[in-house]
T-cell receptor, first 114, second 111 residues
Framework: KAGVTQTPRYLIKTRGQQVTLSCSPI?????VSWYQQTPGQGLQFLFE???????NKGNFPGRFSGRQFSNSRSEMNVSTLELGDSALYLC?????????????FGPGTRLTVT | DAKTTQPTSMDCAEGRAANLPCNHS???????VYWYRQIHSQGPQYIIH???NNETNEMASLIITEDRKSSTLILPHATLRDTAVYYC????????????FGKGTKLSVKP
């Protein structure tokens, strides 16, 4: 079965602009989680969506937002970009039920803010 | 969620077993131990998870101590392709959100 896809894979933006990243989970998966990875802070959790509802949220400013559609695809948006937002943005797809289950990560979107 | 502590780096000879330790002394009763690895600039890859019994799959074995305060991931016959950063994390339930990854262990498999 197809894996998690993220688009675009690479993106260059200018400070002050906004950006939208997309994640398509594995078919049948209802949970999508977003993570930011930087060399200094490592992997940090942004938010999780399950059945179109935000279920968990990390400690990021309100400039970071997300949503999930009825087909489980998710988007995250970053407004008013700052240089520090340059990072690898990863999404993870999972069934999302109450039983522990593995997560499948996508290849990530590499965002560079200049 | 429990905080985890792992060594910063480890070396292993190709073909030998790699034993990666993780301390999670504050783990709660309903939290599972998950292991992921990340090969340079790729998305993390799930390896294995467990609650209290030892677990084995095609990739690795997971040994959890009886008090559940620590665990060891074992790669039985390490290859050069196993060179990666290995993350141990704890989470309750089925959610993959809010996984706290820490710095992980950089495993270098050498010929």
């Amino acid at each position: 079965k197809a894996g998690v896809t993220q688009t675009p894979r690479y993106l260059i933006k200018t400070r002050g602009q906004q950006v939208t990243l997309s994640c398509s989970p594995i078919s049948g998966h209802r949970s999508v989680s977003w993570y930011q990875q930087t060399p200094g802070q490592g992997l940090q959790f942004l938010f999780e969506y399950f059945s179109e509802t935000q279920r968990n949220k990390g400690n990021f400013p309100g400039r970071f937002s997300g949503r999930q559609f009825s087909n489980s695809r998710s988007e995250m948006n970053v407004s008013t970009l700052e240089l520090g937002d340059s990072a690898l943005y990863l999404c993870a797809s999972s069934l999302g039920g109450t039983e522990p289950t593995r997560g499948y990560f996508g290849p990530g979107t590499r965002l560079t803010v200049t | 969620d429990a905080k985890t502590t792992q060594p910063t780096s480890m070396d292993c000879a190709e073909g030998r077993a790699a034993n990666l330790p993780c301390n999670h002394s504050t783990i709660s009763g309903n939290e599972y131990v998950y292991w992921y690895r990340q090969i340079h600039s790729q998305g993390p890859q799930y390896i294995i998870h467990g609650l209290k019994n030892n677990e084995t799959n095609e990739m690795a074995s997971l040994i959890i101590t009886e008090d559940r305060k620590s665990s060891t991931l074992i790669l039985p016959h390490a290859t050069l392709r196993d060179t990666a950063v290995y993350y141990c994390t704890c989470r309750g339930g089925g959610s993959q959100g809010n996984l706290i990854f820490g710095k992980g262990t950089k495993l270098s498999v050498k010929p």
